[in-house]
């Protein structure tokens, strides 16, 4: 069992070293779901990897929105810089990415799918598993039966949220805060009004 924290800033990735994470995701400022974070220059993040290694932590980036025709570029830069700094796996949710990472960048690191890719099932799982996918963040509403069987699929790790955000609805696929207020929870921009108190409206 390996257990995972968040880390917003530096301050939150070193309270996480100090409280024995074994493992640590994280973003940088563009292209992660927890766009709302600090989140971390490029020279903050090779100073956390190594900062995390020396201490036998792995570090985890996340790259895990909806990409665009021109950041493709972009993102496979930070790819590279991924490789090139020993990042341990990069959480992705676009499957340009995963096309990318397996004609370029497989084994130089692991690839991780992110809850926001919405694997529901042992099926998604086994699809995942055909990509070189090492990881799969299993989709936040599943019951334990329905993870247990998500299990059961030989030679891919699972990994399940005990704790953070649980949306309201399925995840990577909400358009409630791009319709009400513009921004988009599936480009990391979730202004979460799931949250707010609601009525029936007159209904």
């Not at 990735?13 to 074994?22: H, K, N, P, T, V």
């Not at 699809?127 to 247990?148: G, M, P, Q």
Request: charged share 25%; aromatic share 10%.
């Amino acid at each position: 069992m390996e257990l995972m924290s968040p880390a917003g800033n530096i301050y939150s990735f070193l309270a996480a070293i100090e409280s024995d994470a074994d493992s640590i995701y994280l973003g940088l400022k563009k292209y992660n779901a927890r766009y709302p974070a600090q989140n971390f220059t490029t020279f903050e993040l090779i100073k956390a990897v190594n900062f995390a290694h020396s201490k036998n932590k792995r570090v985890y980036l996340t790259l895990n929105i909806d990409l665009k025709s021109n950041e493709i570029e972009e993102a496979i830069g930070i790819l590279e810089f991924c490789k090139n700094i020993g990042i341990d796996a990069v959480i992705v949710k676009d499957p340009s990415i995963i096309f990318i990472y397996n004609l370029f960048f497989k084994n130089k690191f692991e690839l991780h799918l992110s809850t926001q890719a919405a694997i529901c099932s042992s099926f998604g799982v086994k699809f995942a598993k055909d990509l070189n996918i090492k990881r799969i963040v299993l989709a936040r509403e599943l019951t334990i039966e329905e993870i247990k069987k998500c299990c059961e699929v030989d030679n891919i790790e699972i990994e399940v949220f005990v704790q953070g955000s649980m949306c309201f609805s399925i995840s990577g696929r909400c358009l409630l805060s791009s319709y009400i207020g513009g921004k988009s929870s599936n480009r990391g921009r979730c202004t979460a009004p799931c949250r707010v108190q609601w009525d029936n409206c007159g209904i």
